[in-house]
């Protein structure tokens, strides 16, 4: 059991982050109809002229537009961060949970430990389980998890939630591949990383900007 809660931590790390996930669609449509109006008026403006009534008009809308961008902003920020710690705190429970199986592992057996069997998937059982190879691995990759999400903590400031969610969808499939038991799963899990991290890659693997204007 502690096996297969190590594997789907992940999974409920995103579930959390999506119901913690406070961005608003309202706040740029907001933006948006305030462009709209200031574009109409300046529309006007070329063809008709416009007055000091219109021209304070136009300083208002501006105003106002600036204040929702900074409120816009600073709830952005609050909710980065938020997402941020949530993930890192999902991961470093990650970690600690494979530091106990780590310790509960017996060397001197050479048989699979942990095993556990999961309901049937077709006409295959789905069968996890360490051996003295794998365990090394499941240390690595929830030991990666945590630094990817600090060494990152500030140089990732949009899609904040994406980047979040692809890093524990990446981790879980991971342990996914070194747990299972069955060839065709591990095949599954195996082809099942190359859309995350080809996503992850893109977004956020490029310096240029033309290719992530082109991604997003």
Same mark, same amino acid.
Request: proline letters at 1%; a negative charge; glycine letters at 4%.
């Given at each position: 059991?502690l ?8 999974? *409920? ?5 999506f ?9 740029f449509?907001?933006i948006?109809e305030?462009?709209?109006e200031?574009n109409?008026i ?19 809308i501006? =105003?106002k ?7 816009n ?5 609050v ?10 705190v999902?991961?470093i ?9 780590w ?5 001197? =057996? ?11 998937v077709?006409h295959y059982d ?5 051996d003295?190879l ?9 030991l990666i998890?945590?630094?990817s ?10 899609k904040?939630?994406?980047f979040?969610?692809?890093i ?12 299972v038991?069955?060839v *065709?799963m591990?095949?599954?899990f ?6 995350p991290l080809?996503i992850?890659?893109?977004f956020f ?9 082109? *991604?997003?």
């Amino acid at each position: 059991m502690l096996l297969s809660f190590l594997i789907l931590l992940p999974l *409920l790390g995103i579930f959390i982050i999506f119901i913690f996930n406070t961005e608003k669609i309202d706040f740029f449509s907001a933006i948006n109809e305030k462009n709209n109006e200031i574009n109409a008026i300046n529309n006007k403006k070329h063809v008709f002229g416009v007055t000091d009534s219109k021209n304070y008009e136009i300083s208002e809308i501006n =105003s106002k537009n600036h204040e929702i961008n900074e409120e816009n902003q600073k709830n952005k920020k609050v909710n980065d961060k938020t997402l941020k710690i949530i993930a890192l705190v999902v991961t470093i429970v990650d970690l600690f949970l494979s530091l106990i199986i780590w310790f509960l592992f017996d060397n001197s =057996s050479k048989h699979f430990q942990f095993v556990q069997e999961h309901y049937t998937v077709g006409h295959y059982d789905f069968y996890l389980g360490l051996d003295g190879l794998s365990i090394y691995f499941v240390l690595l990759t929830t030991l990666i998890a945590p630094i990817s999400i600090i060494s990152n903590w500030k140089s990732i400031n949009s899609k904040t939630a994406y980047f979040l969610v692809i890093i524990l969808l990446l981790e879980s499939c991971l342990l996914l591949i070194y747990a299972v038991l069955d060839v *065709l799963m591990f095949y599954i899990f195996f082809e099942s990383i190359l859309a995350p991290l080809f996503i992850l890659i893109g977004f956020f693997g490029s310096t240029d900007k033309f290719l992530l204007r082109s *991604l997003s």
